[in-house]
């Protein structure tokens, strides 16, 4: 069964930082991990998606990786600004006929101006 | 090409109604996913459907949850007999083929 952990929790840092998440699962065999935006009381934005046959994707200021061997993605952020603040979710789609995507808890980030 | 649609986005119950959930995949999508979110938990699956299909609704609840995609309309995720427990964020997600795109949630509280 897999199981997706995202570390930390939360994150506060100034404006004008650069910051890395971290998201692991116990799983290798997955066909995709995603990276999610919520913002209080909103639904899912979806940011990045890496296929397990890629090592990276970048949107602008977001840069994702993924290395399965290890089990884990990372999502960096450059230059981070107050529009940034929101709770970060990674979620990875298991390879298969299953298609649900699990979840990890995410990790609650705060840029302060 | 408007997103993943949900209504209504807010729903109160008492205990003992019933709650439905519809849901509006974007347009060309075909694979309809809900997931739940409890307060304080993290986002969990709940079913998976294609037209007229349910191909794992492994996150289901046995007993009072129950879902359909039909060949026409939106998908609906139905709660029987609602309790204070399936207070929660429902979000309804759809895919053209494996990239989900969400909906904003309806967010079900039973009084």
């Known amino acids: 069964k897999q199981e997706v952990t995202q570390i930390p929790a939360a994150l506060s840092v100034p404006e004008g930082e650069n910051l890395v998440l971290n998201c692991s699962f116990t799983d290798s065999a997955i066909y995709n991990l995603q990276w999610f935006r919520q913002d209080p009381g909103k639904g899912l934005t979806s940011l990045l998606l890496i296929q397990s046959s890629q090592r990276e994707q970048t949107s602008g200021r977001l840069n994702a990786s993924l290395d399965k061997s290890s089990g884990r993605s990372t999502l960096y952020i450059a230059a981070s600004q107050p529009g940034d603040s929101a709770t970060y979710l990674c979620a990875a789609l298991s390879s298969g006929s299953a298609r649900q995507l699990t979840f990890g808890s995410g990790t609650q980030l705060t840029v302060l101006p | 090409n408007a997103g993943v649609m949900q209504n209504p986005r807010h729903l109160v119950r008492r205990r003992g109604q019933e709650a439905r959930l519809r849901c509006s995949p974007m347009?060309?999508?075909?694979?309809v996913y809900w997931y739940r979110q409890l307060p304080e938990e993290g986002l969990k699956f709940m079913v998976y459907?294609?037209?007229?299909?349910?191909?794992?609704e492994s996150g289901m609840p046995k007993e009072r949850f129950s879902a359909e995609f039909p060949k026409e309309g939106p998908s609906i995720l139905r709660i029987q007999q609602v309790v204070r427990g399936d207070s929660a964020a429902y979000f309804c997600?759809?895919?053209?083929?494996?990239?989900?795109?969400f909906g904003p949630g309806t967010r079900l509280t039973v009084t």
């Open positions: 347009k060309g999508h075909s694979h």
């Open positions: 459907l294609q037209k007229e299909n349910i191909i794992d």
């Open positions: 997600a759809s895919s053209p083929r494996d990239e989900q795109y």
